[in-house]
């Protein structure tokens, strides 16, 4: 079975700058990695075991380029940073295919790609926009937090956006409308990163104080649960699976940790002390995990071992598999009842409020362009095949979930970490 200094001892060799990353995103299918640095360059490398090619440099900003994302296929990159531009260019090429100036009052903090033609930002303020590439202009303005945005997710099946920030609050926002879907309570800490896991039905999100805080779906006033341990505060988030994250800290490590049951399973990179960790991300073939801090520097974490592993225990099983849950505390197991019974909540709220939803977002799509139905059926056979189609889906999980519990052992494949 490998180990720590297995997986170190596969890394690719640092990827190093003359200045500070700010952030970077990794091509969807090939790979490349862009980077925005603080000086407002943008630069694109392909890498490789042997070396790192650079494909091109382009002078994009004067000020610091302070988020990249690529769109779905990669051949686009936005851009956006601190003196407010947001810039379309050829992934290729580097060449701008599209450029914004003074899309904020405020310096530009966030980026997040939502889909082949839609982008949201936020800036240093709370403010957020959502943007169309065929369109001049923001398609949405949102106004409710009071201090910057850190981090944002998107549900392409709740056409929700979830944004976090420096003033403690948790945001949802279902993109075609105007206001605020939910507001959680102020949390008294900055509140920096988030990523949705449990197949949409959890939000982590990490904090100044170092606490990663899970919240259930549609219920946004408070957390439901939380996980302490991070000595620093939890500036980025990656998600693994839909059962575990990484987490980079300002302590200059990148942790492992498995979600409901909650557990820590070991440090897998470690940029040096003093130097926090800005953002990781996942290469498209989950071999490796990048990290970019203040060392000036890109960093390639070989993860695909965990990956191997994980496929390994799903066909070889363990014999050992009860005594194994048996160990399982009280507390995670109350985490887990808990978590079933959100699911079993949020399913009832979304049959009750189907026939409201077709209707709102029926007159929704006629508003905005953009937005493609997910079916040519009639608005009266909707209702009835959605409801179809998530008894079946209700059934499958049922059934997975009791083949899980047969054949498998959680978050086993990072015990060795």
Known sequence: MSTENDAEAGSLAPLKFKQ???HFATHPSEPIIVS???NGKIK???YGEKSH???WTEKAFKKSCRGVAFNPD????YSVSKDKMILLMDTSTGQTIKSREMTHENPLNSLLNLNENMFATGDDQGVIKIWDNRKEDAVMTYSEHEDFIADMAYSPSHKTLVAVGGDGYLSTWDIRKPNVAAMSDQMGDELLSVKLVKNGRKAVVGSQEGILSLWSWGDWGDYKDRIVGHPHSIDAI??????TICTGSSDGMIRVVSILPNAFHGVIGDHGQDMPIEHIELTHDKKYLISCGHDESLRFWDVGYLFDEDQDEEKDGDDDQSDAEGEVTSNLENNKNEDQDDESQDEDKKQ????DDDEDEEKALAEFEGFEDDSDDSDDDKPSKKRQKKQLKKEQKKKEAEHKKKSSRPNTFFSDL
């Open 36 to 38: 925005g640095l603080i």
């Open 53 to 55: 090619q650079e494909l």
């Open 44 to 46: 694109c490398h392909r």
């Open 352 to 355: 009750k409020q189907d026939a």
């Open 74 to 77: 990669g051949s686009q990159l």
């Open 20 to 22: 500070a990353v700010f």
């Open 238 to 243: 990656c998600k693994i699976d839909e059962d």
